[in-house]
């Protein structure tokens, strides 16, 4: 499905990340995988070489544009073009608007926001020089579409990201790149140190009636930037279990 391809993945180390590169690595792409812990990308790259597929590590700041510059030119290094984007990588803090110190609030939207508009913006230049088009996928967040007590930053920043998403595909649009968000809710993975949930739970707030699992964004993420999504931009892909679609009663 993609083959010759080159996807960059950021956030590529556990959870959905890793599931994000392995899965297109799998269907063909070679993958450049992102993250700000080497030893991260590294364990992702050497499970997709493990598997027989093709995938080099790079560890960068995705909020620095001197490691986003080496990240394009290791990229081209490797692979000689760049088609994909998987703007993944993100950070989190707990407190609401009352608790949360205006260094951590910037820090988070630094990461989400500015640090997608980073990444995003080196390597959408790369693909307009190259002439030939590509497809970028930014990943969102049911929290990001409507509010809740606590994680003030992280909803913010989320939420950004899904109008960033739709600008970029206006701008974009003329280059022949595709520009689209999806939108998870919790998996059931462990993140944070915390314990992965029992895989019986059911989530009274997933009418799917299980938790999200890493394959279910990676499949997604698959489909929005394969040709099957030709004529998809600036569109968000709830991969939620219906998550957003319900509304509690009482």
Known sequence: MLEGKVAIVSGAGPNIGREIAATLAQNGASVVCLDLRRDAAEATAREVVDRGYEAIAVDGDITKPEDMENLVSQALAAYGHIDILV???AITSSPGLLDEDLGTFRKIVDV????????TQHVAKQMVAQGTGGAIVNVASTSG???KSGAIAYQSAKAG??????ACAMELAPHN????????TQTGMPVGGK????DDEVPASVPRGRWGRPRDQAQAVLFLV???ADFITGADLPVDGGNLAMRQSG
């Open 87 to 89: 703007n993944n990588a």
């Open 177 to 184: 790149i595709r520009v689209n968000s999806l939108t998870p």
């Open 226 to 228: 394969s040709d099957n």
């Open 161 to 166: 990201i899904l109008n960033f998403t739709r």
């Open 195 to 198: 314990p992965a949930r029992p």
């Open 112 to 119: 989400i926001l500015a640090g997608t508009f980073n990444c």
């Open 145 to 147: 579409h409507r509010g």
